[in-house]
């Protein structure tokens, strides 16, 4: 493991992460990238990466872009670069937050415009013939009847595309509230009951944490090491809620668009210096 990571490591420092070309501040941001990645203890580096990918709107407001459907799109260019730097650093799961149920209240055209630019960048996704080699596998989670048709078709062909994927889990959270997961897991599990002929009695006496989580939408997947939120807001809004009891946090004060490597790289130094207890 650690020699794949060296060499990842070795080709990344080859090429240019992101847009933009040698300046002088980027040559200054690259030496950094290297000096933080080559500190970095591959033994202490993250399994499941959670983000929050927050800040879309405000950055077309404030940055003067012509609609907020732009923020959206440029947001969405950014996930293949972290996507890479997942790979960069054999990362086996990342889940990206992508739209919530608490969107569905947004004015109609933007959520029309955001399913659209998740579909397109799903797809394009699942397409690149770069991530299939690398073993990319995209999932999705969440309340997905609920989702205009067109992105529910891409998700699933995305999924169907990937599905032989063995490296990176690309879990794609869409019409997702950590609530709404819990309702429907506790729904599915008594339903299930139900058609086995059980009283409540019967739920309530064995009811524990390992007979739910399989309910979830995430069952199979474990638990997020590290959780990133962008754009400031130092709140998980219902991410994960289940799965997050024992995750550590970071949180990033530039607004999605504006990610970089750079600050990938010092929620990863972040994660790597703490000291995780999981409760006990």
């Known amino acids: ?3 794949k990571r060296d060499r990842r490591r070795s080709q990344a420092r080859s090429a240019l992460n992101g847009p933009g070309g040698l300046t002088a ?6 030496l950094y990238e290297r000096r933080i990645a080559a500190d970095l203890p591959a033994d202490a580096l993250p399994r499941h990466v959670g983000v929050i990918l927050d800040g879309n709107r405000r950055y077309a407001r404030e940055h003067g872009l012509s609609t907020i459907a732009d923020g959206h799109r440029l947001g969405a260019s950014k996930i293949q670069h972290l996507l890479d730097w997942c790979h960069e650093f054999d990362i086996d799961h990342v889940t990206l937050w992508l739209l919530s149920t608490e ?3 947004r004015d109609e055209q933007e959520l029309r415009d955001l399913a659209d630019i998740i579909a397109e960048t799903v797809t394009a996704i699942a397409d690149n013939p770069l991530n299939t080699s690398r073993g990319f596998r995209i999932t999705s989670v969440g309340a997905l009847d609920s989702l205009p048709d067109g992105l529910r ?7 169907e595309l990937t599905v032989a994927g063995d490296a990176l889990h690309v879990q794609i959270a869409v019409g997702y509230g950590g609530r709404q997961e819990i309702i429907d897991a506790c729904r599915s599990l008594l339903q299930q009951h139900h058609a086995a002929g059980d009283t409540l009695e019967d739920v309530i006496a064995g009811l524990s944490p390992d007979l739910l989580a399989p309910h979830l939408y995430t069952t199979g997947t474990p638990d997020p ?4 939120r962008t754009s400031g807001e130092i709140r998980l809004s219902g991410f994960l809620l289940w799965q997050s009891v024992h995750s550590e946090f970071h949180f990033c004060d530039a607004y999605w668009p504006e990610f970089r490597k750079i600050d990938f790289l010092r929620a990863l130094r972040d ?3 703490r000291q995780r207890r999981f409760g006990r």
């Open 103 to 105: 969107n569905f209240s």
């Open 153 to 159: 078709l891409a998700l699933k062909r995305a999924a």
């Open 25 to 30: 501040r980027n040559l200054i941001y690259r």
């Open 271 to 273: 994660f790597a210096s």
């Open 1 to 3: 493991m650690v020699r």
């Open 225 to 228: 090491d590290l959780i990133i």
